[in-house]
């Protein structure tokens, strides 16, 4: 069975967001891009515990031999359906409709959103949309 990834914490989601982004960044560049002041060595701190945890590899740096360059080693898609099964896991006790009910109810979704949503559950079921019946 395939071991699955550890949860991200908020700060290496907002460091992950920018190496799928930037597909490369150095310490400096991920200072730059993150939204809240992070000093240099606690970036690279976060970088060095996301190659730890496996999502990031680093290399140096084809103009600046004194640094590195980080790459994100997985892909967003894997890491969401990953900490969303954690989620539903942890919070919703295995019950995935749970929190699709919720996210329906609390959240602002567009009709477009919503139609979107319901063309995707008529394709898991197997059954056209009244979008594809026309």
């Known amino acids: 069975m395939k ?5 991200l914490t908020p700060a290496e989601s907002e460091v992950m967001q920018i190496l799928w982004s930037r597909q490369a960044a150095s310490v400096h560049d991920v200072v730059g891009a993150l939204l809240r002041p992070v000093a240099y060595n606690t ?4 970088l060095r515990v996301l190659e730890q945890k496996g ?10 031999a004194r640094s590195y360059l980080y790459r994100a080693t997985i ?3 894997p ?3 990953n900490h969303t099964r954690d989620l ?4 919703f006790e295995g019950k995935a409709d749970e929190l699709v009910s ?8 567009s009709r477009g959103e919503l139609e979107a949503l319901r063309a995707q559950i008529d394709r898991k079921l197997g059954t056209p949309s009244k979008k594809d019946s026309k």
């Open 3 to 7: 071991k699955s990834l550890p949860i």
């Open 43 to 46: 970036a690279l701190t976060i």
């Open 55 to 64: 999502y990031v590899t680093h290399e140096p740096h084809p103009e600046n």
């Open 75 to 77: 892909p967003p898609g």
């Open 79 to 81: 890491v969401r359906v």
């Open 88 to 91: 539903v896991e942890r919070l």
């Open 102 to 109: 919720g996210l329906i109810e609390s959240e602002r979704l």
